[in-house]
């Protein structure tokens, strides 16, 4: 009966399984739109972690028991262990001489065994070696003895992957495979470093199959949509991208990124992966914006390691840009060059009329009884006037655009240079000053001074006010040609200091050539739908005809 049980219950998930796949073949480019979506929301549940970490922290301050306060400083390690790695090592650190002064040296070791694992997992190899030689294996229970080889076959693992030396590389991996052997005879089966390393060993020998299988049992027995789910579905994505299955590597990868997202999670190792790959395959707007977005996290979380492996991406998304920067210099020249090309035609053609007209003026004087033809010839030069300086128009107007738009371009450039200086040199005031906060103990302060929303709303109002004062040197008379379009009573004006409202905002972006509401939202710091709502009520206040209405906002300040 149980076997009967077992064989169902595979079924059950080889038909989740292939479910998920058709999915992912249908449905990739939406879990990406969602994974956009969640990576606004970001602040929320980051803001969700925060209120946590606040309540243990309040529990701490009160404690008065060591016990007491021994729980409260790992629970505090074990939420900070995605999030920030300082301060998981604080708190950490703290567990350590809580247990000395309890006298439970399995405690003060399994401790030492998990901060070197920290050390390892961002880059510090010195740190984690020389903590994890403190720690005594014979004082360990069980459970922190797995925790122990676990420190030692991660630390060396790593050192083996970073060497450029032979010999070390080899003295390490036979170091790194003598403690996976020793953590895997105590571990629990079920424990995720077991599930790992046993998945790990088959892929890297090429048993894709049994890989799989591990991962499915993993698989049963995590929670969708938690941190431990998005480990799972990384190592479900490596399967798949050993197997050359584009589609639901894809898919998986932003499984784990989705949940990495939603938990709030600061070491984003699948969404740099993710990065990587859209790269690989030529989407490098959106793969800018998730480098960009681990970045942020990789400081905040302070990974040497994380930083190491953003820098070459970072790299070769800014070469990209600069490849297709230059494709679009070379067709900007093939432009020039057709331009060219075609006024020679149009000073050939009008040479040809001439020389034609001319010589129907002699045949005229000959030849009187051909007015007729020599109406008709005469006619059909007229049309070809009327083309050619429809053609002289057209090129009038596409020279005025062109002109236009190097001259947004270099106002703009110059203003990002500008911003890109200031928030440099703000962002090294803040480092040295958390810097000195964290060298003289201030975690206290430097917890409130990092909590806040102000330097985020103080950024955009200084950004927004950039932006306001870059457009109105370029359209100085934006606002009073706005009103022309719109009704008496639903005319703007500049505030007093003279900004901006988020109508005319929208709209300036809509002259500047962006149109889709949902980067209008992102650069606004708005929902889609609050942009769409915005967008409709200036149709509905137009004096012109509501479809025509974003074409003529389009128009202002082009010289005819």
């Known amino acids: 009966m149980k076997r009967i049980v077992t064989i169902r219950y595979g079924l059950l998930m080889l038909l989740v399984v292939a479910a998920l796949g058709v999915r992912a073949q249908h449905n990739l480019d939406s879990l990406y739109r969602c994974l956009d979506n969640e990576i606004e929301r970001f602040p929320e549940y980051v803001a969700v972690h925060d209120r946590e970490v606040a309540l ?62 920290r050390c390892s997992n961002t880059g510090m190899y010195d740190e ?66 077991a599930f790992l390393r046993r998945e790990m060993i088959d892929l890297n020998s090429g048993r894709i199959q049994q890989s799989m299988s591990t991962n499915n049992e993993w698989l049963r027995h995590v929670k969708v949509g938690s941190h431990r789910y998005a480990l799972v579905a990384l190592y479900r994505y490596l399967e798949y991208k050993a197997q050359g299955d584009s589609i639901e590597m894809m898919y998986w990868l932003a499984e784990s990124a989705l949940s990495d997202v939603r938990n709030g999670v600061m070491d984003q190792g699948s969404l740099w992966e993710m990065a990587n790959q859209l790269m690989l395959q030529g989407d490098v707007d959106r793969s800018y914006r998730y480098i960009s977005f681990t970045s942020e996290c990789a400081t905040r979380y302070g990974s040497r390691q994380r930083s190491w492996q953003i820098a070459p991406l970072l790299s070769a998304i800014a070469n990209n840009y600069k490849a297709q920067s230059e494709r679009s210099s070379r067709r900007l020249r093939l432009t020039a060059i057709g331009i060219g090309i075609l006024a020679l035609l149009l000073l050939a053609s009008l040479f040809y009329v001439n020389r034609q007209r001319k010589r129907l003026a002699i045949a005229q004087r000959r030849q009187k009884h051909t007015n007729a033809m020599l109406a008709e010839a005469n006619d059909q030069l007229s049309e070809k006037n009327d083309a050619l300086s429809d053609v002289n128009g057209q090129l009038h107007a596409l020279n005025a655009q062109l002109a236009e738009s190097n001259r947004v371009k270099e106002e703009y450039v110059g203003r990002f240079l500008r911003l890109c200086s200031i ?43 950039s932006f306001d004062a870059a457009f109105l040197h370029l359209f100085p008379t934006f606002v009073e040609e706005v009103n022309l379009l719109l009704k008496p009573e639903e005319h703007m004006a500049l505030e007093k200091d003279g900004r901006m409202n988020t109508d005319l905002r929208i709209l300036a972006l809509i002259r500047l050539g962006i149109e889709d509401s949902s980067k209008i939202a992102e650069f606004l710091n708005y929902s889609v739908n609050t942009i769409y709502n915005y967008r409709a009520r200036l149709k509905t206040n137009a004096v012109v005809d509501r479809d025509d209405f974003e074409r003529q906002v389009k128009e202002i300040g082009i010289k005819n």
């Open 423 to 465: 928030y440099i040199d703000k962002t090294d005031k803040f480092r040295k000053r958390v810097n000195k906060m964290v060298k003289n103990h201030e975690y206290e302060e430097l917890y409130n001074v990092t909590r806040g929303q102000e330097s985020k709303t103080q950024q955009l109002e200084e950004l927004f006010g």
């Open 128 to 193: 984690a070696l020389e903590m994890i030689n403190q720690v005594e294996p014979a004082l360990l229970d069980t459970a922190g003895l797995g925790i122990y080889y676990e420190a030692r076959n991660h630390v060396y693992n790593e050192l083996a992957y970073y060497t450029h030396l032979d010999d070390m590389k080899e003295k390490y991996l036979n170091e790194a495979k003598k403690y996976e052997d020793l953590m895997l005879s105590i571990l629990p089966d079920t424990s995720d470093a």
């Open 56 to 117: 243990l922290t309040e529990e701490l301050r009160q404690a008065t028991d060591d016990a007491l306060r021994y729980d409260l400083n790992y629970r505090l390690y074990d939420k900070y262990r995605p999030f920030i790695n300082d301060s998981a090592i604080y708190y950490l650190r703290n567990c350590i001489e809580l247990a000395e002064k309890l006298h439970q040296p399995a405690r003060v070791n399994e401790c030492r065994s998990l901060l070197a694992l």
